[in-house]
């Protein structure tokens, strides 16, 4: 008799856990949303009307960093790529020092030998650098300017590094000495859209390679880690030639660093959903408006989108 109920009993704990554990199913959530006209002005409230029970509605407006289409963008060929750094030279008279580079097949292996295997276009006629004084004296720090590379881009996803080559001849006159101080590559989009690929010198991630005179190379402050600037310090009149290249990660001139975003309007912990939503477009164009609604638990998400163009006119 114990044991039949201890059977039993075992049953029942078996059937209870089991039902415990039933997936319960996400529901794909009734939504609608509708307006009163789909052409507007400038500055005109845009009342956007409700229908359904989503539990989580997300609004995309079509508007430049809103657009539905690029919430997962993370590559897109820009109409225009640019590099712009900061220079400054020191004092001396042996001038053209320094020299920027560009190369696609660079192999990432960062010695001489593999320096000199890679093709590197010279871009330093489409930068100004610090000025080299007939006197001697010292250029005072220099913005490059934006400088054009978009001709490096591609319509894949080949990565370019960037380097600067530091080279001084032994003779009678001077080596001066560089500094570079900034770093930004940037890609600008069909839209306007301006995303920093490299947003400073640190995460260029630049490694100095000594080709020549070990006495003389690239130095990092504070640190290799985390620099604000690099320096390639020279020597006095009559110092053995002396070859850097200061080399960066590989960078893809493609990468979009944001991806757009909307804007959340009803979620799970909204005590009183709103039955409408009411925006204002600041400018006149053609804009494509998403709606997202969907419910989720932890591990499943079911949702619908609804679209609608609304025209914004002057």
Same mark, same amino acid.
């Given at each position: 008799m114990k044991i039949q109920q201890s059977i039993r009993l075992r049953m029942l704990l078996l059937i209870i856990f089991l039902t415990a554990c039933e997936k319960k199913e996400i529901e794909t959530p009734h939504f609608d949303v509708q307006t009163d006209a789909l052409s507007y002005k400038v500055g005109q409230e845009v009342t956007f009307k409700f229908s359904g029970n989503a539990e989580n509605v997300v609004f995309w407006s079509g508007e430049k960093g809103r657009n539905y289409a690029y919430k997962d963008r993370i590559t897109e060929k820009g109409v225009l790529q640019t590099l712009?750094?900061?220079?400054?030279? +020191?004092? +001396?008279?042996?001038?053209?020092?320094?020299?920027?580079?560009i190369s696609r097949d660079f192999n990432g292996i960062y010695d001489a030998a593999n320096i000199a295997k890679a093709s590197w276009t010279d871009i330093t006629s489409r930068a100004v650098l610090s000025p080299n004084p007939v006197t001697g004296a010292a250029g005072a720090a220099t913005s490059s300017g934006a400088v054009n590379i978009s001709d490096q881009a591609t319509d894949g996803d080949v990565p370019v590094y960037f380097a600067f080559r530091y080279a001084s001849a032994s003779n009678t006159l001077k080596p001066r000495q560089w500094t570079i101080s900034s770093f930004v590559v940037s890609n600008t989009l069909a839209d306007g859209t301006v995303n920093n690929v490299v947003a400073n010198l640190g995460l260029a991630g630049f490694k100095g390679i000594d080709v020549s005179n070990p006495s003389f190379q690239w130095a990092f402050t504070p640190n290799v880690q985390s620099p604000t600037s690099v320096t390639m310090t020279a020597g006095n009149v009559g110092e053995a030639a002396n070859e850097d290249w200061l080399v960066s990660v590989p960078v893809k001139l493609n990468q979009v660093s944001l991806s757009d975003y909307g804007i959340p309007i009803i979620s799970i912990t909204t005590l009183s959903p709103p039955k409408d939503y009411k925006y204002v477009f600041a400018a006149p164009g053609v804009y494509k408006v998403v709606f997202h609604a969907f419910n989720q638990d932890v591990a499943e998400k079911t949702g619908i989108i609804k679209e609608m163009t609304i025209t914004i006119v002057p």
């Open positions: 712009q750094f900061t220079s400054a030279a +020191g004092q +001396g008279t042996q001038n053209d020092n320094l020299s920027i580079k």
